[in-house]
């Protein structure tokens, strides 16, 4: 029963990534100067997150909106990146925003949070 339970999630999960790739939208545009500061801002963050999540489709979408090319890692089983997010963060919960600053880790979990942040500090 639990294979079929999985089995159906991944299909609906890869239905959804498919809708999200056709209707994705435009990036936001910045200058070349702008868009580098972006970049360096957003080496100090990384998206942990399942493929076919829908939550974490829907936080990847607003990265694609925002033109934030932002270090994604898969939390999925057997993954070395799940171990650092049960570690760091506390929980196996996704999608997860790690954020280095000033020698400090914070970790932000729920999507809408995580896109709010990312709007208010990037546009």
Known sequence: MSILIKLIRNILGLFIVIIDFLTRGRKLKRSTEQQAKVETDLAAMSLYQFYACPFCIKTRRALYKLNLPMQTRDA????????????????????????????????????SEIIGFLQQRFT
């Open 76 to 111: 999925s089983a057997g993954s070395k990146f799940r171990e650092e997010l049960l570690t760091g963060g506390g929980a196996v919960k996704v999608p997860c925003l790690r954020i280095e600053q000033d020698g400090k880790t914070q970790w932000m979990y729920e999507s």
